[in-house]
């Protein structure tokens, strides 16, 4: 591990989250850490996120959900580490991730909530039990920039699974990734709160038209010979495009909430935006 990366990551998470300066704080998680109460029917001001839509749709009324509040929340931070995420033109998106981790984690520890840390592929590569403590943040980074991607993909049917399964109480689950490929977690996101964080690099989404080149895929390792031409990259700008319009579009749907990230933007910044 780049011990002068893990530094540089750490204090500059640590300045974001523990400065005294007004407002530049992340906010505290707004995760659903409730017990359901009751329904009542919906005022002026309510969350429209609580409203329930199936009584809703019975009544010709909107109704909402009550909950009560829980003392502390269960935050799970899941880096999502298939071989895509070791490319970057500025940073690894290896790297955001792992900075984007200590950000959340250090919140967590700031509003004594406890967390706890996934490192997720095709299985569960690393699970760290809950805690509040100030440790498990520094060894989550450690080992999100310790972990080698290459050769590993994303399973994302596999990954709703594990965290039905291993997760019991509601939770708000926040997961790092680039978010390629065919995903569904609607099923994850009816028990739990769920953030999706995407990050990418603007190189991978719009590269330069080079011609032939021969590159390594990051998720099987084997290299490839392709004609980066004008054309054959029109149609890959336009998967890039549909993919995320899919992926936006179901988050939306499953109310996940959810931002991109790209390697050379300011990961506070952004999540900031995001969880006030």
Request: glycine share 6%; proline share 3%; net charge positive.
């Amino acid at each position: 591990m780049d011990d002068i990366k893990f530094r540089k990551i750490i204090i500059k998470a640590k300045r974001k989250i523990f400065s005294e300066m007004a407002g530049n704080n992340l906010s505290h998680f707004e995760g659903e850490g409730f017990d359901f109460v009751e329904l009542r029917e919906y005022h002026f001001g309510d969350d429209v996120r609580k409203i329930d839509w199936k009584v809703t749709a019975k009544k010709q009324k909107p109704y909402i959900k009550i909950f009560k509040e829980e003392k502390e929340l269960n935050v799970v931070i899941v880096s999502l580490l298939g071989g895509s995420v070791y490319f970057g033109s500025k940073r690894f998106k290896q790297d955001v991730i792992a900075e984007l981790f200590a950000l959340l984690s250090f919140s967590a520890v700031k509003n004594q909530d406890n967390f706890s840390s996934v490192i997720f592929t095709n299985r569960a590569e690393l699970y760290t039990k809950p805690t509040k403590k100030m440790y498990g943040a520094y060894k989550g980074v450690e080992e999100i920039l310790e972990f080698d991607p290459l050769g590993k993909e994303v399973d994302y049917k596999e990954l709703v699974a594990y965290l039905r399964n291993r997760i019991k109480r509601r939770s708000i689950i926040f997961l790092l990734g680039d978010f390629i490929g065919d995903i569904d977690i609607s099923l994850l996101a009816k028990k739990h709160e769920v953030v999706s964080l995407v990050v990418r690099d603007r190189l991978e989404e719009s590269p330069p038209a080079i011609g032939y080149a021969n590159l390594l895929d990051p998720s099987s390792k084997k290299y490839v010979q392709m004609d980066l031409d004008e054309g054959s990259l029109k149609k890959y700008k336009k998967m890039i495009k549909e993919n995320d319009a899919k992926l936006f579009k179901h988050f939306i749907k499953n109310r996940v909430r959810f931002t991109k990230i790209y390697t050379d933007e300011e990961p506070f910044v952004k999540i900031s935006k995001l969880l006030r």
